[in-house]
Structure formats: C-alpha cells, structure tokens
C-alpha cells in the first residue's frame, strides 16, 4: 500500500470509531401504521450483548400527530429463565411544558426523545420489554420506540 491509501484507511478508521458514540447497543422498533397500541409488547433481545450496570437509555420516535405531552411507558427486564429482574413505570416528558415544543432532535414533524432508564441493566438482562401506558388503546403519532445502552 502507498501512503495515500494508508492515510485513507486510517482516516476511514477514525470515522468509523467516531460514530459508535459510546454505545454497546442500540435498536428500535418500527410501529405499524404509527401508532402503539396497548397490547403491542416490544422485546429487545440482549441475549449476546456484554453488560456491566450500563447506563441505559430509552427513546421514542413520535410525530405532530402525537396528543400528549408525555408517554408512559412501561419498562420490564428479564433474566435467561423469564424472571422478572426490574419492572418499572418510566414517564416520558416529550413537550415542553411551557412553550409546548416538542422535545428532542428531529426535522419536519418527527422527533426522537431519550431519557434515561431509572435502573442499570446487568450480566442477567436478557431481554427487555417494552409497553405504552397510556390508558389509550392506540397512541397515534408514535412512529418507533428503542432502547440504547452505553458503555
């Protein structure tokens, strides 16, 4: 290899190392027609991913069509026999409750919101669910929901 191409496949490392952002893992999950229903589980499988009391984020994906200023959500993580590790009830502030901005990055009328998981998953996680509870049977406007861990 000349230099050129190596200062260029050192360059393209420094990029791709760049972008990772901190993070272990990161997935959403794309809600049909964009709207979550109160019965539509949302599973993360974590079965191969290395976690050591990470922090932990949760992140809604949600559009103009959204009614609330909030979102309840319901956040269950589990071990490898189906035990309930943690079970907690996570509110998710996604307006400005003064101005009534919408909260996060986004452009056009789609913003993505994350907020911080009240408690750390460890080594036994290996899966977590995720539920609206929003006592509506169907929350228009919710185009995906995710989590991210960190490093």
Known sequence: ????????????ILVVSACTDGRIYEDFHSLPNQSWGAHDSLIFDLQDVKLANSPNLVAVKFNEEYSFSNCY????SKDSAGMILENKLVNMILFDPKSGEPLGEGFGNSYTRYDTLPFLFDQNTKSVTLL??????????VEAVGIKILN
């Open 73 to 76: 959500l319901r956040v269950i």
């Open 1 to 12: 290899m000349n230099k050129v191409q190596q200062c260029l496949l050192a360059l393209s």
């Open 132 to 141: 609206q509870y929003m006592r509506q049977d169907q929350l228009p406007g």
